[in-house]
């Protein structure tokens, strides 16, 4: 994926990465921000970069989506505020953000070459039998299709005259050319790069290796795969179930047996924010985030 340079929010919170790492550091060497100001500069900065995070959080209590990762967040940062843990709050949330951002720029990129790539792809061939461009969709298996060079190979095949060097890197990701000689087969999406040549068609048009391989991406775009499918389910249940184990964790000793409060408090915290980063962790691993609310 290419650096973002031009995308202004990527450069932002690059900026603000900068700032939380610099301040988290400080923090370790014993230089913090003075209370009582820290809380409140804290909170403006995690409110300017993850304002959305936090108020999809919100929202997710009243629907009741307990598994939802913006609701995650919002728990986390609570906690961290409470354990007055800012500069670990403000990490967390920017680099959630800034996730959230390179998801979007990949999935963006990756969508933009596959179309790119589609629309050059040849939509005519040049039959020989015929002396005409015919559309590849109506070329049959064992037709003789001519390809000049600079032109890229509209169907798969092999070469029956001529000889090329063809680019294959749209399909095998291979950049160096190869040599292709009479008998070498050929893929569809595919560059000839500098002779002329005949080719006997081998597939038809959606059959071929190019149109295979567009069709399993969009697939594979528009639906989840079994490990995300998997995860989806683990956490619809794993993080209600840490939560309620958390509030127990809570309530029982201080409600029931009398302990201290802010003791036993923070250890619930803890126990969830342990929690949490294992799903986040697991989350990410599964390549999914925010798609399942």
């Avoid at 998801?103 to 040849?122: M, Q, R, T, Y």
């Avoid at 798969?156 to 070498?184: F, L």
Wanted: aromatic share 12%; hydrophobic share 50%; glycine share 6%.
């Amino acid at each position: 994926m290419k650096l973002p340079i031009k995308d202004k929010k990527f450069l932002f919170l690059l900026f603000a990465i900068a700032i939380v790492v610099s301040l988290e550091i400080l923090s370790i060497v014993g230089i913090d921000i003075p209370m009582p100001y820290a809380p409140f500069i804290y909170a403006t900065f995690i409110l300017i970069i993850g304002y959305n995070v936090l108020w999809n959080g919100v929202k997710a209590i009243f629907k009741l989506q307990f598994s939802n990762i913006n609701l995650l967040m919002l728990i986390a940062v609570i906690g961290a505020f409470y354990l007055s843990e800012f500069p670990e709050a403000a990490v967390l949330v920017v680099l959630y953000v800034l996730g959230e951002r390179l998801e979007d720029i990949g999935i963006a990129n990756s969508k933009a070459a596959l179309d790119d790539l589609v629309s050059k792809a040849p939509k005519t061939a040049f039959v020989k039998s015929q002396n005409d461009n015919i559309a590849i969709d109506k070329i049959i298996v064992g037709t003789i299709i001519q390809v000049k060079p600079g032109e890229m190979i509209p169907l798969d095949g092999k070469i029956i005259s001529g000889e090329t060097v063809v680019d294959e890197a749209a399909i095998t990701g291979e950049p160096i050319p190869k040599d292709k000689q009479i008998g070498d087969n050929l893929f569809a999406g595919t560059l000839n790069k500098n002779g002329f040549i005949e080719i006997e068609t081998t597939k038809l048009s959606v059959d071929t290796t190019f149109s295979k391989i567009v069709r399993l991406t969009f697939e594979a775009q528009a639906n989840k795969s079994e490990t995300q499918k998997f995860i989806q389910q683990f956490a619809k249940y794993y993080t209600p179930a840490m939560l309620v184990l958390s509030l127990l964790l809570f309530v029982v000793p201080v409600f029931i047996l009398k302990l201290d409060f802010d003791q036993w408090l923070q250890q619930a915290i803890t126990l969830f924010s342990n929690r949490l980063s294992l799903c986040l962790g697991h989350l990410y691993s599964s390549g999914y985030l925010r798609s399942y609310w």
